[in-house]
Each structure stands twice: as structure tokens, then as C-alpha cells.
């Protein structure tokens, strides 16, 4: 997966609560077996008119002011509902790197993580003032989330901590799930084996 390092772009406000991986990506558009074409099902009620790809203007994603979001500024519950790991990858291959919400569906956050996609949790606090200046239409809807500081910068300057657990913070800034990291230990495993296969050569015997 893609590193994620420090994102600076255009972010869309999108202030719903218990938005659900079935609102993310519809049970119809999961269909295929394959792993790409997801970006243009994202939203797909919410972005398209029933039964068509014509699109509904006014939805945040379409309109020509959030072109380009590379971040989403949601509600409460984010990503609740069923476990489909498409959601995210339609997040992703939208173009959506973070998402900064007050929480998160638990199984869903774990799927953005091991995708490449930053889940942000903010308190209630912050996320109602970055939805506020991403809205208010005096302000280039821009804002900075930086992975290493471990920050969200708004438009207008104000700065929001945030805290992610080491593992996953090491994931995403490396670009790696839990088994990429574990093989860069290869030499460490290697040399364990080899002084263990000496000690206890029957553990090993075929």
C-alpha cells in the first residue's frame, strides 16, 4: 500500500453521524471479484441519481468546490455497519487518503489502516470547527494531516492533535501491514532459528 506521510489538499465536510459502509459503498456495487473500479461507486445513492451515474450536483463530492478531496470530515461513527473492506477501497481509489471523524465503526478503522487510509478521531470539539470553516464559502476548503506530528492543521491555521497506536502509525508511514513488517525482521527470525535449531535439533527433525 501507498505510505502516508503528510497529506496537505481539499477536504469535503460531510456532517453526518453513522454514516455505514452500505451508505460508503452499496451491496449492489460489491459485486465484482476484483479489486479496482471502486473509486467511481463511492457514494453511489448519494452521488448518482437512482439507477444511473448521472450526478446529483448538489452532493458535496460533486460539487466543483471539493474537486480533488484527498480528505473526508465526517460526524459520529463513521464507517458503522457491516465489515466490507470495499468501503475503504473505494474511499481510496476515489482518492480519499484521511478521514477525520469523532470515531469510527471499529472494524472499518481497521480496514482503513491496512489500506492506506488514516482514520483520524477527533473530539466532537474539532470536528464541528474544521466542518464549520470547510463549509463556510469565504475559505479555500484546505487542510494539512500530518502522520509524523501526528496533527490536523484547519484553513485557517488552527492546529488539532490527534493520537493513533505505534503499530498502527508504523503501517501506514511505512506502507506496510502487519506482515511486511514482520518479514523485515527476516535476519533477526533467521538467527534465532539457527541458534535454536542447535539447541534443540529434535524440534526440527523430520
Known amino acids: 500500500m501507498e505510505p502516508f506521510v503528510r497529506l496537505e489538499g481539499v477536504a469535503a465536510p460531510m456532517p453526518i453521524d453513522n454514516v455505514d459502509t452500505d451508505a460508503i459503498i452499496p451491496s449492489r456495487e460489491t459485486q465484482s471479484t476484483a479489486r479496482t473500479g471502486y473509486g467511481e461507486k463511492l457514494f453511489a445513492n448519494w452521488r448518482y441519481r437512482p439507477g444511473t451515474r448521472e450526478v446529483q450536483p448538489d452532493f458535496v463530492l460533486n460539487r466543483p468546490r471539493y474537486a480533488g478531496a484527498q480528505a ?116 533477526l527470525i533467521e538467527a534465532f532459528r539457527a541458534r535454536d535449531r542447535a539447541l534443540r535439533p529434535w524440534v526440527y527433525a523430520r
Open 72 to 187: 473526508l470530515v465526517a460526524g459520529r461513527n463513521f464507517g458503522c455497519g457491516s465489515s466490507r473492506e470495499a468501503a475503504v477501497w473505494s474511499l481510496s481509489q476515489f482518492g480519499i487518503r484521511a478521514v477525520i471523524a469523532e470515531s469510527f465503526g471499529a472494524i472499518f478503522r481497521n480496514n482503513c489502516i491496512r489500506n492506506g487510509v488514516l482514520p483520524v478521531a477527533l473530539p466532537i470539539e474539532a470536528v464541528e470547527a474544521l466542518l464549520a470553516e470547510l463549509q463556510d464559502e469565504a475559505v479555500a476548503p484546505r487542510l494539512a494531516v500530518d502522520l509524523e506530528a501526528c496533527t490536523v492543521r484547519s484553513p485557517s491555521g488552527a492546529v488539532y492533535p490527534f493520537e493513533i497506536g505505534p503499530l498502527d502509525r508504523e503501517m501506514l508511514l511505512e506502507g506496510a501491514d502487519e506482515i511486511a513488517l514482520t518479514l523485515k525482521k527476516r535476519p
